[in-house]
């Protein structure tokens, strides 16, 4: 299989598409998976209409974030601090509600040498509150499999807004890419190391694209990380995992579908989780830390530690394989987080 880089769609902070590992990293799809799946059959994406963030959320921001006794507390009502897109919209049916999140995470994590797949949990929560969880219960002709439509690629119409985010029918506002509002409000900039923008359910901080060249060094210039993760070249064909007499969809891979991506290496960055150990403003000592980036998979796909159960969004969840990681190369070795700031 060849592999080729292609430039993305660029709109706003983020990218019209994304993709993913074979069926290990279906990722948060399954996070919806007690809702019956719907049939499509779009092979091809042309791009992603996201509705504009005009609207005030429909109450006012809750969230506490303490560490007691190596666990970090976080309580949210899942409501953003910014404008967000109307809701209900024509792409998407759900009214944004208040929630009563609570989420206990390991205060000191410890990276190993197993990938733990995203598979049927969110990823983590911003610091405002707001989950991510970039994955979606839609996949081609309703047959869950590798075959999952990437929701930032626009082929399947969900209402996302201006901030990648949408409602689940709980009412759930949550992000599948970058939580623009946020991010200036943090004021996230190309010339500064990213501020904490949230943390994963496996207890390592969430950074936004920028940090250190030399990750061990807090004086060395800033850039912006990329991913590992590129376009397979050519026609799709048949994954790994994929069921017998289930149908691979006919197109060339663009990004309609998460599998249509594959890490390379040594391409970008980051590993294959979209993570580095890295010094970083909050950890001076260092600490293995997640990036979103403005490349796909945007959020991380895979964590480097056990994720808290509390993220967990349905029955078949599985964690790290034997020997394990997704794909691919990346850090082991056992670093701790480093000392927990509280927010």
């Known amino acids: 299989m060849k592999c080729v880089v292609r430039p993305f769609a660029k709109s706003g902070l983020m990218p019209a598409m994304a993709f993913i590992l074979t069926v290990g990293l279906a990722a948060t799809a399954a996070a919806q998976i007690g809702r019956q799946t719907r049939e499509h059959t779009v092979l091809q994406s042309a791009g992603l209409n996201r509705q504009p963030a005009t609207s005030q959320p429909p109450a006012p921001n809750a969230v506490t974030i ?30 944004v509600r208040p929630q009563s999140h609570r989420y206990v995470l390991n205060a000191n994590p410890v990276e190993t040498a197993n990938r733990v797949e995203a598979r ?50 709980d009412g759930s506002y949550h992000y599948h890419g970058l939580p623009v509002g946020l991010l200036n409000q943090l004021g996230v900039s190309r010339d500064k190391h990213s501020p904490l923008v949230g ?34 070249e050519g026609a799709r064909e048949a994954v790994a995992g994929q069921r017998l007499r289930s149908e691979t969809p006919t197109g060339f891979y663009d ?49 480097a530690s056990s994720p808290s159960k509390d993220f967990a969004k349905g029955p078949g969840n599985r964690g790290a394989r034997p020997g394990g990681r997704p794909s691919g190369g990346g850090p082991g070795g056992g670093r701790p987080g480093g000392p927990p700031p509280q927010r």
Do not use: M
Not at 89 to 94: A, D, E, L, R, T
Not at 272 to 298: K, R
């Open 120 to 169: 049927g949990r969110a990823f983590g929560v911003a610091v405002n509150g707001v989950v991510f969880d970039p994955g979606a219960a839609e996949w081609f002709k309703g047959e869950r499999g590798p075959w999952q439509y990437e929701p930032l690629s626009g082929a399947v119409p969900l209402g996302v807004d201006a901030n990648n985010a949408h409602v689940q029918p």
């Open 255 to 303: 990004g309609t579908f998460v599998a249509d991506y594959t890490y390379v290496p040594g391409h970008g960055t980051l590993d294959e989780c979209n993570g580095i150990v890295t010094v970083t403003p909050e950890f001076p000592e260092g600490t293995y830390a997640y990036f979103l980036t403005t490349d796909w998979p945007v959020i991380p796909r895979c964590f």
């Open 199 to 232: 943390w994963a359910a496996d207890g390592f901080p969430i950074y936004a694209q920028y940090g250190h060249v030399n990750p061990q060094d807090a004086a060395s210039p800033i850039i912006e990380h990329r991913s590992g993760y590129v376009l397979k």
């Open 66 to 95: 303490e560490v007691v006794d190596g666990q970090r507390i976080i309580t949210a009502n899942g409501i953003p601090d910014h404008l967000i897109g109307t809701f209900p919209n024509s792409g998407n049916p759900n009214a």
